[in-house]
């Protein structure tokens, strides 16, 4: 495990709400010295309390807003730069993971996080294999498809011309 697959940080606020108009999300802000990330936004449908319940008491608290100032561990399946959080770790080790909280309430199977990386990741080689190979096409007959215009002469003489 690299330093930003665990990366210790401050609550520093919460939003709750129908934030893009379509449903209704829960958000935690974690500061990370002169950086700050979101943890949640997730589509909960009926799950949503059940949600901000377990968060609320991963930290001990009763109400969501008093999860603001409270120290914990962000938890990243991988290391890049802004990786997505999965969960939190409160200072007693017990974590909250996303993942998990899905695979305990939702009726369907969850896809693991690298199941859905991979899928991501072949997804996007297919499109850019598929825009190389377009783009290999185009650059083959670039030569034969160029006209330079200030090298032709015009058919009339005149009819290029502006008229005043």
Not at 7 to 36: A, C, M, N, P
Not at 43 to 58: I, T, Y
Not at 93 to 109: C, I, N
């Amino acid at each position: 495990m690299k330093e930003e697959h665990r990366q210790y940080g401050t609550i520093e606020s919460v939003r709750t709400g129908d934030e893009d108009g379509r449903w209704e999300t829960t958000w935690l802000f974690v500061k990370f010295g002169g950086s700050v990330q979101g943890f949640g936004g997730y589509f909960l449908k009926e799950h949503r309390e059940k949600w901000n319940a377990e968060l609320c008491a991963l930290f001990g608290v009763s109400k969501l807003d008093e999860l603001v100032g409270k120290r914990c561990w962000a938890l990243r399946c991988f290391s890049g730069w802004n990786e997505p959080i999965e969960g939190l770790e409160n200072a007693e080790g017990q974590r909250f993971v996303a993942t998990d909280f899905f695979r305990r309430h939702l009726s369907k199977p969850v896809e693991s996080v690298i199941a859905k990386r991979r899928e991501s990741i072949e997804s996007s080689i297919a499109s850019l294999t598929r825009r190389i190979n377009d783009e290999t096409r185009i650059l083959a007959r670039l030569e034969s498809d160029y006209v330079e215009w200030a090298t032709v002469l015009s058919g009339a003489g005149q009819e290029g011309k502006a008229r005043t």
